[in-house]
């Protein structure tokens, strides 16, 4: 079985988004200067700077600017190569490299990102155990809305 290729720090910019400044996610080129980007930065760029290529200002066709052509030269390269991870170092396949910054400590440190498995303790102090809102109650005749409106629009206020 082949082992996968590991990329050095150098290599490893090769495959950076020149928007985002990370790792590609979901590799596209643009058609007439084959500038690489993720996807969603290069469609957040089309949103907001129009029909330039966000690095050298060149032309987006119409197309390419909703549908922009995915990059699977690169794809697959980041699929096959290993980097270390910017913030722990740690050996990651290229392409799973925006995943592994979910759990790296070190990134969600530089970011200030807390971890997703945190809890919130709610003390007693803070805890309802009853709602306040009062209802009024209706027997069995028939209110009016005129009646309704004066209980209902105090409780609203409360």
Same mark, same amino acid.
């Given at each position: 079985m082949a082992e996968a290729a590991t990329s050095s720090p150098d290599q490893t910019e090769n495959y950076l988004c020149p928007v985002c400044q990370e790792i590609l996610q979901t590799p596209v080129r643009t058609q007439y200067c084959q500038h690489v980007f993720c996807?969603? !930065?290069?469609?957040?760029?089309?949103?907001?700077?129009?029909?330039?290529?966000?690095? !050298?200002?060149?032309?987006?066709?119409?197309?390419?600017?909703?549908? /922009?052509?995915?990059?699977? @030269? $690169? @794809?697959?390269?980041?699929?096959?190569?290993?980097?270390?991870?910017?913030? !722990?170092?740690?050996?990651?396949?290229?392409?799973?490299?925006?995943?592994?910054?979910?759990?790296?400590?070190?990134? &969600?440190?530089?970011?200030? $990102?807390? /971890?997703?498995? &945190?809890?919130? &303790?709610?003390? /007693?102090?803070n805890r309802t155990d009853r709602c306040n809102l009062q209802v009024p109650t209706v027997l069995r005749r028939e209110l009016e809305p005129t009646e309704l409106a004066g209980p209902l629009q105090q409780n609203a206020l409360l």
């Open positions: 996807r969603k !930065c290069f469609l957040m760029a089309m949103k907001s700077g129009g029909a330039y290529c966000p690095l !050298c200002r060149g032309p987006v066709c119409k197309r390419e600017r909703s549908t /922009p052509d995915r990059a699977s @030269d $690169i @794809d697959f390269e980041m699929r096959r190569l290993s980097g270390g991870c910017m913030y !722990c170092r740690k050996q990651v396949k290229l392409y799973y490299m925006k995943l592994h910054y979910k759990s790296c400590r070190k990134y &969600q440190e530089e970011y200030g $990102i807390s /971890p997703k498995n &945190q809890t919130i &303790q709610i003390s /007693p102090a």
